[in-house]
């Protein structure tokens, strides 16, 4: 299963970028996904997630600031991050589970991205 994330880059806090997740259709359309990020020297978290229903969740730290959003039409998954700020420089992973694994957290996701930086200076 490939996922291909793209969108990342340098921006200064307060800035927006959009992150993009390219996957296959049949795991868009039966997988929790979720876009998962590590910095360096920290375990990866799960930063937001959409399941069943469209339902989404977010880290507490991103509330407000980030969308998950997916469109089934382009097999693509997004993250819209506004008002960016130097904590949000990390690598940002696509993530794909079965929804029943995926409510313990980034142990359930078993479907990975290759990756995207994301860093923003102050």
């Known amino acids: 299963v490939q996922l291909v994330e793209s969108g990342g880059g340098s921006e200064q806090a307060g800035g927006s970028l959009r992150l993009s997740c390219s996957a296959p259709?049949?795991?868009?359309?039966?997988?929790?996904m979720a876009w998962v990020r590590q910095a360096p020297g920290k375990e990866r978290e799960e930063v937001a997630s959409i399941g069943t229903y469209s339902m989404t969740r977010y880290a507490d730290s991103v509330k407000g600031r980030f969308t998950i959003s997916e469109d089934n039409a382009k097999n693509t998954l997004y993250l819209q991050m506004n008002e960016l700020k130097p904590e949000d420089t990390a690598m940002y992973y696509c993530?794909?589970?079965?929804?029943?694994?995926?409510?313990?957290?980034?142990?359930?996701?078993?479907?990975w991205g290759q990756g995207t930086q994301v860093t923003v200076s102050s």
């Open positions: 993530a794909a589970g079965l929804c029943g694994a995926v409510v313990r957290g980034v142990a359930g996701y078993n479907y």
């Open positions: 259709r049949y795991i868009i359309s039966n997988y929790c």
